[in-house]
């Protein structure tokens, strides 16, 4: 297991994760990342778990000031 920050490359696997969870909810999406750094300021860190390529789990970090 490995794990990664993410940019905008990781988006299309992140989203379809979060989709596919039980636990996923909208404000998991990858798209937040851009909601919470451009419309609000706040510095973001997406980070994934990657397992043999693939996303096994996602940390959405949001830095509040």
Not at 20 to 26: E, H, M, R, Y
Request: a negative charge.
């Amino acid at each position: 297991m490995q794990i990664v920050r993410c940019d905008s490359s990781y988006d299309a696997a992140w989203n379809a994760f979060v989709e596919a969870s039980p636990n996923g909810s909208f404000y998991h999406l990858a798209e937040w990342r851009a909601v919470n750094t451009k419309a609000f300021g706040h510095e973001t860190v997406h980070l994934a778990a990657l397992d043999e390529g693939r996303i096994v789990g996602v940390f959405p970090l949001v830095r509040l000031k």
